[in-house]
């Protein structure tokens, strides 16, 4: 079972902490790391979320996700995160926090209230040589960030919706990584 800190609208510890279903259902504010993957020729890995996913079941997303245990940094959320889901060992000086993003997500009939610490990863990833976490992924797959932005505005059916999230950072890769 994962236990999380319940946040403020702040972002900021209260002290509680409860279990993911309890967080859900209260609709507390929890944070969550958002670890986007590029490669040297300017590709995002993105993963197809595995099918028995809460939220997004199916559809193509960022290249890994989680939520922040309880007593965990948020550091140390994207290292782990990126262990389990894609079994790669990675340092503190490999990401960069980019943003953090504050989200209010309808779920079922309540809505989730989330602050997402999102960082990219510079990492030329074999995507044949790796082995994922069937439980949370189904695929994985680099695509030019370009054509993603592409997808993710013309609404394409099989990928998650277009977010605040994916404007900063597609707006940051066009400034630093450019075309």
Do not use: C
Not at 41 to 70: C, D, Y
Not at 73 to 100: C, G, H, P, W
Not at 131 to 155: A, G, T
């Amino acid at each position: 079972m994962e236990f999380i800190d319940v946040l403020d609208e702040n972002g900021h510890k209260t002290g509680i902490v409860r279990n993911r279903g309890l967080i859900y259902k209260n609709g507390n504010w929890h944070r969550t790391v958002h670890i986007w993957l590029i490669n040297s020729k300017g590709e995002l890995l993105i993963q197809k979320r595995a099918k028995n996913k809460q939220t997004f079941p199916n559809l193509w997303a960022i290249s890994i996700a989680g939520h922040v245990m309880a007593g965990e940094s948020s550091l140390m959320a994207a290292i782990r995160e990126i262990k389990e889901e894609i079994n790669l060992d990675v340092q503190d000086s490999d990401l960069t926090l980019l943003f953090t993003i504050k989200r209010v997500q309808p779920y079922e009939n309540i809505y989730l209230h989330v602050h997402d610490d999102v960082y990219l990863f510079k990492y030329d990833l074999d995507i044949e040589k790796t082995k994922i976490q069937r439980e949370e992924l189904s695929d994985i797959k680099f695509i030019p960030y370009k054509e993603l932005e592409q997808k993710l505005l013309s609404k394409d059916p099989s990928y998650v919706p277009f977010s605040e999230e994916h404007a900063k950072l597609f707006a940051y890769l066009k400034q630093n990584i450019g075309d």
